[in-house]
């Protein structure tokens, strides 16, 4: 049994031919299946929480693993991970349908559909990748113009969480009408560019202290952003952790403050290729717990996905956590 969960707005409605060629497929091979359309922020979310709630595995006396098939971009894919109950219970598969894609940048999943449909399908796993969790120490009442109705204490993640700059960059986007045009031409990556260039030269730069659960500590009087990277890239395609690696149970910490609005414009530029590591002000460790504190609540995102403002959250990384069909 697959359950297909299908962002129906993905790629401005484009990604109706992509479920159509997954349930023609089901149909062939005599694959039983079940599609739910998520209708709005969390949805996603509250449905996976009770597919995979334990007690219906219980109920049902079952051992089988129950296969997801996530079918958006990565914040569909992100309330996925966020509703999964028992881990060792899901099998999961992503066919990638947002602008941004981070999620599979460094999987090297086959280019076309089909034959990434075809893999999943065959209901196997191909790799287990960790999987982080952000908790909020403090949650504001300012909350992200798309949250969801409820918002626990914690988020997990699958690709990276920030604080600060790339967070806001984030929030903007989401609601942003420039993105829903420019995603009609398959362009919607360019809008983080426009964005990030108004936040580097609006955005608040709060003090802030990074400490490790290894006693690692960094202090940064005028914080730009903070990211606790799984994957190699962020943002529609920057590549901030150019050495991230997906299983071994640690993050790739990159934060950045103390320079000028003309030293971020020349390290910007060079993340994109993974060039910025050992430039001022960008600062690197790896651990698998991490504190953040800010003088200010900022944004905090997880996949791109913003829910509200904090000034101090704890990251933890989950060694291979998800199990992948594709």
Same mark, same amino acid.
């Given at each position: 049994?697959?359950?297909?969960?299908?962002?129906?707005?993905?790629?401005?409605?484009?990604?109706?031919?992509? +479920?159509?060629?997954?349930?023609?497929?089901?149909?062939? =091979?005599?694959?039983? +299946?079940?599609?739910?359309?998520?209708?709005?922020?969390?949805?996603?979310?509250?449905?996976?929480?009770?597919?995979?709630?334990?007690?219906?595995?219980?109920?049902?006396?079952?051992?089988?693993?129950?296969?997801?098939?996530?079918?958006?971009?990565?914040?569909?894919?992100?309330? $996925?991970?966020?509703?999964?109950?028992?881990?060792?219970?899901?099998?999961?598969?992503?066919?990638?349908?947002?602008?941004?894609?981070?999620?599979?940048?460094?999987?090297?999943?086959?280019?076309?559909?089909?034959?990434?449909?075809?893999?999943?399908?065959?209901?196997? $796993?191909?790799?287990? =990748?960790?999987? @982080?969790? $952000?908790? +909020?120490?403090?949650?504001?009442?300012?909350?992200?113009?798309?949250?969801?109705?409820?918002?626990?204490?914690?988020?997990?993640?699958?690709?990276?969480? @920030?604080?600060?700059?790339?967070?806001?960059?984030?929030?903007?986007?989401?609601?942003?009408?420039?993105?829903?045009?420019?995603?009609?031409?398959?362009?919607?990556?360019?809008? +983080?560019?426009?964005?990030?260039?108004?936040?580097?030269? *609006?955005?608040?730069?709060?003090?802030?202290?990074?400490?490790?659960?290894?006693?690692?500590?960094?202090?940064?009087?005028?914080?730009?952003?903070?990211?606790?990277?799984? *994957?190699?890239?962020?943002?529609?395609?920057?590549?901030?952790?150019?050495?991230?690696?997906?299983?071994?149970?640690?993050?790739?910490?990159?934060?950045?403050?103390?320079?000028?609005?003309?030293?971020?414009?020349?390290?910007?530029?060079?993340?994109?290729?993974?060039?910025?590591?050992?430039?001022?002000?960008? *600062?690197?460790?790896?651990?698998?717990?991490?504190?953040?504190?800010?003088?200010?609540?900022?944004?905090?995102?997880?996949? @791109?996905?913003?829910?509200?403002?904090?000034?101090?959250?704890?990251?933890?990384?989950?060694?291979?956590?998800?199990?992948?069909?594709?």
């Amino acid at each position: 049994m697959f359950y297909c969960i299908v962002n129906p707005s993905a790629r401005s409605g484009h990604g109706k031919n992509i +479920y159509n060629m997954f349930e023609e497929k089901c149909k062939l =091979l005599g694959i039983p +299946y079940k599609v739910i359309f998520t209708k709005g922020p969390g949805h996603a979310m509250s449905v996976v929480n009770r597919l995979t709630d334990t007690s219906a595995f219980e109920k049902n006396d079952s051992s089988e693993p129950i296969n997801i098939i996530v079918m958006g971009g990565d914040g569909t894919l992100n309330e $996925v991970v966020s509703g999964i109950q028992d881990f060792d219970k899901v099998r999961l598969g992503v066919v990638p349908l947002g602008s941004g894609n981070d999620f599979v940048r460094d999987l090297d999943f086959p280019k076309k559909s089909s034959e990434l449909i075809d893999q999943i399908l065959k209901g196997e $796993v191909v790799r287990k =990748l960790d999987v @982080g969790n $952000v908790h +909020y120490d403090h949650m504001t009442k300012t909350l992200s113009r798309l949250h969801d109705e409820r918002i626990a204490e914690d988020r997990r993640f699958d690709v990276s969480a @920030g604080i600060g700059f790339d967070a806001a960059v984030c929030e903007e986007a989401l609601s942003s009408k420039t993105k829903n045009k420019l995603n009609k031409f398959g362009l919607g990556k360019a809008t +983080y560019g426009v964005i990030a260039v108004k936040q580097i030269l *609006h955005a608040d730069q709060p003090s802030c202290d990074i400490e490790t659960d290894d006693g690692q500590h960094i202090h940064i009087d005028h914080l730009i952003f903070a990211a606790a990277m799984i *994957h190699h890239y962020e943002g529609g395609g920057f590549k901030f952790a150019p050495d991230a690696d997906l299983q071994d149970g640690y993050f790739d910490l990159i934060a950045g403050g103390d320079i000028s609005t003309k030293q971020i414009f020349k390290v910007l530029p060079m993340s994109f290729f993974g060039k910025h590591y050992g430039q001022d002000g960008i *600062h690197h460790i790896r651990a698998r717990e991490i504190r953040i504190k800010t003088s200010i609540p900022l944004w905090v995102h997880t996949d @791109g996905e913003v829910l509200l403002k904090s000034d101090q959250i704890t990251l933890k990384c989950l060694k291979k956590k998800l199990n992948l069909l594709s």
